[in-house]
């Protein structure tokens, strides 16, 4: 391990991993970003972004995600495509990474690592992933094998009505399974999904089972008041019931809370000085594009700041 470290490492290229190699490119720290198997994060699964600021005709979530890349290494940011952080070792700085195999050592770590699409954990959903169980409508939709069929989505929140006023452009009728009789999602999305006549809501029912063989061919839905069974014919099950934060390699070595996003001390300090974060991997209160920018821009100032502090 005779390279010298890292000023500032950046786990995760989604808009708080941009943001955070923007402002410390911008510091002259020369930041390298591990951009991890999905470069851009979950917004490359979006479509358009409409309350990202700036856009007042919305943008396409892969193209915003570029220009934040573009704009990050028009300052000197170094994006490392692909790159996957297997271990860390936070004990002692310089912090020691495990990158693809090789060894990395940095004096500044910034995560944000994001978050991925939580599971309903049936059986069934694992053996038919891919086969018609989707995590993704903008990415898998438009497949031939979804178009004029009737389609299920599974949630009661923005990212499920999102999905299903979608999906109405491709299947043949769009069922939203939810699990209460209220959705969750804001009132905006809401009131489109439930005056948009493709799609038919189905409340307080959750899922029991996905059907088919070597493909989906319906769900098994259970009524959770009335205590009823019904199957719905679909070829295709898209599952929006929110995520989980990415943060499994940090367990034990930095503060988090039950469900695993990491704690913030102070600002985007964790519990390990010179360790920072921002993002999803922190946030399950606001979870937008604006605010994980918003907090990529306070770890990079922070890291920024450390540093500066301790070459006087
Ligand atoms: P979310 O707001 O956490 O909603 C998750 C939904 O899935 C809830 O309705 C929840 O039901 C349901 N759910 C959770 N676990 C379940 C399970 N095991 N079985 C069945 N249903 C389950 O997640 P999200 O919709 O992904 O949104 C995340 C954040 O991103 C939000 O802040 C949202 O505003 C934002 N977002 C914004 C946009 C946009 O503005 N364009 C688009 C997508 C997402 P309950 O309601 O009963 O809890």
Not at 80 to 98: H, M, N, Q
Not at 185 to 206: F, H, Y
Not at 286 to 300: D, E, L, N, S
Request: proline residues 4%.
């Amino acid at each position: 391990m005779s390279q010298e470290p890292e000023q500032i490492v950046i786990i995760g290229s989604g808009c708080a991993g941009l943001t955070a190699a923007l402002y410390s490119a911008r510091a002259q720290l020369a930041p390298t970003v591990l951009t991890g198997a999905m470069p851009g994060g979950l917004l490359t699964t979006t479509s358009i972004v409409e309350n990202y600021p700036g856009f007042p005709e919305g943008i396409d979530g892969t193209e915003l995600m570029i220009n934040m890349q573009q704009q990050a290494e028009r300052f000197g940011a170094n994006v490392k495509f692909g790159s996957t952080v297997e271990a860390v070792d936070l004990s002692e700085r310089p912090f020691k990474l495990t990158v693809d195999g090789e060894p990395m050592q940095t004096q500044t770590l910034i995560i944000a690592s994001g978050a991925g699409h939580r599971h309903l954990g049936l059986d069934s959903e694992a053996r038919l992933d891919k086969k018609g169980v989707t995590y993704c409508a903008t990415c898998d939709g438009a497949l031939p094998m979804f178009r004029d069929q009737p389609l299920v989505v599974v949630g009661g929140g923005d990212s499920a009505c999102e999905e299903a006023t979608f999906l109405t452009r491709f299947g043949s009728k769009v069922y939203l399974v939810h699990r209460r009789d209220e959705l969750r999602a804001s009132k905006i999305m809401a009131e489109r999904t439930l005056e948009n006549d493709k799609i038919e809501m189905v409340w307080d029912s959750e899922v029991e089972e996905i059907l088919g063989d070597d493909k989906v061919s319906g769900v098994r839905l259970r009524n959770n008041k009335t205590e009823t069974e019904q199957t719905v014919e679909c070829a295709g099950v898209f599952v929006a019931i929110g995520h989980v934060p990415n943060t499994q390699i940090f367990k034990e070595q930095l503060e988090m809370d039950d469900a695993g996003y990491i704690t913030r001390i102070e600002g985007a300090q964790t519990s390990v000085p010179g360790v920072f974060v921002a993002g999803d991997c922190s946030d399950k209160v606001y979870r937008q594009a604006v605010t994980a920018a918003g907090m990529g821009c306070a770890a990079a100032i922070e890291a920024e700041r450390l540093l500066a502090s301790e070459s006087q």
